[in-house]
């Protein structure tokens, strides 16, 4: 079933990249998988419906895959059409959490897993309950950048090699909030959620910063293991690429709609819940 009145031309087809921005609550990710609703998964109808072309996972592809509940400003969708590409259009298909905000035409040859210079990805950390030291938390940071086995700081993925490089982190704040930022050319499934609860441990003292080395080396385990951190304060801030976009204005607007949509409705939760959990009749 196709959508929409263009016709497809095979000879012709163009790739496209486009920055992407997606709220992960809703999705079971950003991969394409049967049956679940995934951001890939919205961009593949949306391009369907606009186009009038028949697409799938192989013309429509992203730089990366996040998990249910992370977010991203900066993720990279290929869209291969044999129509010239309106990403506005587009956006008219999509859930008002996903958003197409820039694009250009792709290299010849462009990989979108593979052609990405680096990744950086931030967590939020709200330390407001927390009494962390982020001297010992920045000391920690620097044992994990180079290239290690991350086997003990991330999840099995497949046949695929624990092995990774972070080519840079570092954390930063305020009194009341920490990033992480994290920079590399690839990252193990939930690293980064991992590297964050490790910072905690050594934050709240149950672990020296010294004792990460030793993690990396395999001479310490921890036996309860490493649980990853929440997903909702993970970003994957930009797919770094040398491409540059062309920005649309009227989709910028649309990112920051949602998000102060976003912030309203939850900053109404808050106050109703708050007000709630004071509710007499749960006093009784």
Same mark, same amino acid.
């Given at each position: 079933m196709t959508y929409g009145h263009h016709k497809r031309s095979k000879s012709? &087809?163009?790739?496209?990249?486009? $920055? %992407?921005?997606?709220?992960?609550?809703?999705?079971h990710g950003s991969q394409w998988q049967l049956g679940l609703r995934t951001v890939q998964g919205e961009l593949i109808s949306a391009a369907a419906k606009w186009s009038g072309e028949e697409h799938s996972p192989a013309t429509i592809q992203l730089s990366g895959r996040t998990d249910g509940g992370v977010h991203s400003i900066g993720q990279i969708a290929m869209i291969v059409s044999g129509v010239p590409l309106d990403i506005n259009q587009i956006n008219k298909h999509l859930p008002n959490d996903i958003t197409l905000w820039a694009y250009? !035409?792709?290299?010849?040859?462009?990989?979108? /897993?593979?052609? !990405?210079? &680096? $990744?950086?990805? /931030?967590?939020?950390?709200?330390?407001?309950? &927390?009494n962390l030291d982020v001297a010992s938390m920045q000391k920690?940071?620097?044992?994990?950048?180079g290239s290690h086995d991350f086997a003990l700081l991330s999840k099995p993925d497949g046949n695929r090699s624990s092995r990774a490089t972070l080519l840079n982190a570092c954390i930063t704040g305020s009194e009341d909030m920490l990033t992480l930022d994290t920079y590399g050319t690839s990252? %193990?499934?939930?690293? !980064? /959620?991992?590297?964050?609860?490790?910072?905690i441990h050594v934050g709240t003292g149950e672990l020296a910063p010294e004792v990460v080395p030793e993690i990396l080396h395999g001479q310490t385990v921890i036996h309860s293991g490493i649980r990853p951190a929440a997903?909702?304060? %993970? !970003?994957?801030?930009?797919?770094i690429t040398p491409v540059r976009m062309k920005r649309s204005k009227l989709a910028v607007k649309r990112v920051q709609k949602q998000m102060y949509t976003q912030l309203g409705f939850l900053a109404k939760s808050t106050r109703t819940l708050s007000a709630l959990s004071e509710d007499s009749l749960l006093k009784q």
């Open positions: 012709r &087809m163009t790739a496209y990249l486009c $920055r %992407l921005f997606y709220l992960g609550n809703n999705y250009a !035409v792709a290299p010849p040859g462009f990989k979108p /897993r593979h052609s !990405v210079l &680096m $990744r950086h990805y /931030r967590y939020y950390l709200d330390t407001s309950e &927390m920690a940071t620097q044992h994990l950048i990252f %193990l499934w939930k690293l !980064v /959620r991992k590297i964050v609860s490790l910072l997903p909702e304060c %993970l !970003v994957l801030i930009e797919a």
